[in-house]
């Protein structure tokens, strides 16, 4: 398979192939997420999977994580147009479980392509899935969040998910302190 990744030059035909090797996956009533934003993007940001309203509408981040996630950008004076957003998997788990190793395997060469076709100046990833797919599977969130590593030779920036924060008041303050450091970064550069 990564024969024919590399033969897709572009995102959207990356994307065209995505859809015929991954579609067979989709659940009856619900679509793939490929990724969506800027091909000119200098940030990519990187979450774990859809969601129940991302499945629906095939466009990532738009559930309560999608709001919060643009809350958080708009205090950095960044809008989600400027940003190229997608997640580890292209396809939504069943029950909205955290994916499988399996499957992160099957899904996770889409999103290296998405990287090296992109060109992004810097990644930022929301959650454990996206730092341990990416990174190391024994990878911590809660060592490594808020702290710059390297990925794929760019600047890569850990933060916890916006679905963790919505779920657990504290983790709210840390990501937009993560957020805040994000911009001091952006505005450094």
């Not at 996956?25 to 200098?42: D, I, Q, T, W």
């Not at 509408?57 to 999608?66: E, H």
């Not at 990878?139 to 933060?159: D, H, S, Y």
């Amino acid at each position: 398979m990564d024969d024919l990744l590399k033969k897709a030059a572009t995102l959207h035909e990356l994307a065209q192939y995505c859809n015929r090797y991954l579609g067979p996956n989709v659940v009856k009533g619900e679509k793939l997420v490929f990724g969506e934003g800027p091909s000119s993007a200098k940030i990519m940001i990187i979450g774990e999977a859809p969601g129940v309203q991302e499945a629906k509408t095939g466009q990532p981040f738009v559930g309560s994580s999608g709001q919060l996630l643009t809350k958080l950008l708009h205090q950095i004076g960044l809008k989600r147009e400027q940003i190229y957003i997608s997640n580890i998997l292209k396809t939504h788990p069943p029950g909205n479980r955290k994916p499988h190793r399996s499957e992160i395997k099957r899904e996770l060469p889409f999103l290296l392509r998405q990287i090296e076709l992109l060109q992004p100046q810097l990644l930022v990833l929301l959650g454990a899935t996206a730092l341990q797919a990416l990174l190391d599977p024994n990878a911590k969130i809660t060592k490594l969040r808020g702290q710059w590593l390297e990925i794929k030779n760019l600047p890569t920036f850990v933060t916890y998910h916006p679905a963790a924060a919505l779920r657990d008041e504290t983790k709210k303050a840390a990501l937009a302190q993560d957020f805040a450091s994000l911009q001091g970064y952006l505005e450094s550069r």
